[in-house]
């Protein structure tokens, strides 16, 4: 069979198992990298099951380990991958893009000035009325109330402290960070690869 058929294929596979508590969309596979750690930690670098399929028959990937399912077409049957690791090596971009969901990332989700992790927004550090920039530097996450009390004014007029000042981080920062924020779900298989940096206990 051709390798194109079989990719064709792989996106019209049926659940072997057809319990509906665990539907197949419930089964992403976690990608590592090809020296074996995560893609991403947060957000966790998940695949849907058709496209780890798709990676396995265009031999992008090897299969680390898999769910306890299997899928079915008429010719083939194979087990539902739960992780998986490219054959290439990515090398990650130094520093990440400068979005909304990186900074919140970067200050912990957390006000800059007072550390709560409710109704956060973002604010000049420098006014942009004085001439701040909307850059790493200049951009820290506040909470609504804390964002109106500042205004238009620095933190030194308004009397306010900032608890870190904002920096550019590295991707490599980001990813630090965002193992403290694990996703709601892990599967078992993963967590040999997810928290392989984690002192063993005695």
């Not at 299969?63 to 990650?92: E, M, N």
């Not at 530097?137 to 109330?145: D, K, Q, S």
């Amino acid at each position: 069979m051709f390798k194109a058929e079989l990719i064709e294929r792989a996106a019209c596979f049926r659940s072997a198992d057809e319990d509906p508590t665990r539907k197949l969309e419930n089964c992403p596979a976690l990608v590592l990298n090809a020296d074996y750690t995560p893609l991403s930690y947060y957000p966790l670098s998940l695949w849907p099951w058709q496209t780890a399929i798709k990676a396995i028959f265009l031999e992008r990937v090897d299969v680390v380990a898999s769910y306890d399912r299997a899928v079915h077409s008429p010719s083939l049957d194979i087990q539902i991958p739960s992780v998986i690791a490219l054959r290439q090596y990515v090398k990650p971009s130094e520093f990440p893009a400068f979005t909304r969901f990186n900074l919140f990332l970067r200050d912990r989700f957390a006000c800059q000035y007072c550390g709560c992790h409710d109704h956060l927004t973002f604010d000049h550090v420098i006014p942009r009325r004085l001439g701040g920039k909307t850059t790493w530097e200049n951009i820290i996450t506040a909470c609504a109330p804390c964002n109106m009390r500042k205004g238009g004014r620095t933190p030194e007029q308004a009397h306010m402290k900032l608890k870190v000042e904002p920096i550019r981080p590295t991707s490599w920062q980001l990813q630090q960070y965002g193992k403290g924020f694990p996703p709601n779900y892990l599967h078992e298989t993963w967590r040999d690869w997810l928290y392989w940096d984690i002192e063993l206990e005695e």
